[in-house]
């Protein structure tokens, strides 16, 4: 394949895929609710002529057939959008309250769909098929497994999967990599602590659920600091607490969340089971 044809055609292809981001990006839809992120991808396919069907619900797989080898590469991309409500005041800022891609899917994305368009060009030189994956939901129940159920790997068989996400901090036009894992895993939790309320001036006759919710807190970072190799990284966030009713009330009851990430998965496991 000619590298320096397929430099052209990126290059030409750069603001439609600008032109398709922003479109991602202000029409923002969160996991599960990607219906009109779905058809927009799907209808660019149909296009283009690139064979392509609907998956996992708002998913999308699509196939670009080449010559020779049998052999197949994929490429991913999630699609979904963080439920979080945009205030950038950028021209093309999220429409929707409560929905905005605030984590990049809107990039990877569209950056996809421009490698389908190029590479749909010179499919005839492609000595192989290219499969690409648009993924829902992978800020929630992680959608690329039910992708997989839904032979997203299969016909053509799959032998290299390939992705990439955003790096806000790396300099424009920079791709890093690494050998072995470069994203966490993610775990996600809810706890319930559950007290006793009391009034504040008889704590004696309580349990209280905020005492109990704040040695939680730092007894978590002991699971990392007292237990795991300071070289392999492992991260324990309380994002939320809730808790109380008026400042003389002990507490009865406590509720947070959080999240769990790890590069390693049995170092992941074992502070699962730390934590309970």
Not at 131 to 139: D, L, N, T
Not at 159 to 186: E, N, Q
Request: aromatic residues 6%.
């Amino acid at each position: 394949m000619n590298r320096q044809q397929i430099r052209e055609l990126t290059d030409a292809m750069y603001p439609e895929v600008v032109r398709i981001r922003r479109h991602f990006h202000e029409n923002a839809e969160v996991s599960e609710h990607e219906y009109e992120t779905c058809q927009f991808i799907l209808d660019y396919l149909a296009e283009r002529n690139i064979e392509c069907r609907r998956i996992a619900g708002t998913g999308v797989v699509a196939t670009v057939y080449g010559n020779g080898s049998n052999r197949t590469i994929g490429i991913r991309a999630d699609i979904d959008a963080l439920p979080v409500t945009e205030k950038t005041g950028l021209p093309f800022a999220s429409k929707r309250p409560g929905s905005m891609h605030a984590c990049g899917h809107d990039m990877n994305a569209a950056t996809l769909l421009g490698a389908a368009a190029v590479l749909n060009q010179v499919r005839d030189q492609l000595n192989g098929n290219v499969k690409f994956f648009f993924q829902p939901a992978e800020e929630t129940i992680g959608g690329a497994e039910r992708m997989i159920q839904g032979g997203c790997l299969e016909n053509p068989k799959v032998d290299v999967g390939l992705a990439l996400h955003m790096d806000a901090v790396k300099p424009v036009g920079t791709v890093t990599f690494r050998y072995g894992p470069m994203y966490a895993s993610t775990t996600d939790f809810k706890i319930h602590v559950k007290g006793k309320s009391s009034h504040g001036a008889h704590p004696e006759m309580g349990a209280d659920a905020i005492i109990m919710a704040g040695n939680l807190v730092s007894a978590f970072q002991t699971i990392i600091s007292r237990n795991m190799d300071p070289t392999d990284p492992l991260v324990i966030t309380i994002g939320t607490i809730h808790g109380g009713t008026a400042e003389n009330i002990v507490t009865g009851q406590v509720d947070m969340t959080g999240t769990l990430r790890s590069l390693n998965l049995e170092h992941r496991d074992f502070a699962k089971k730390r934590m309970v």
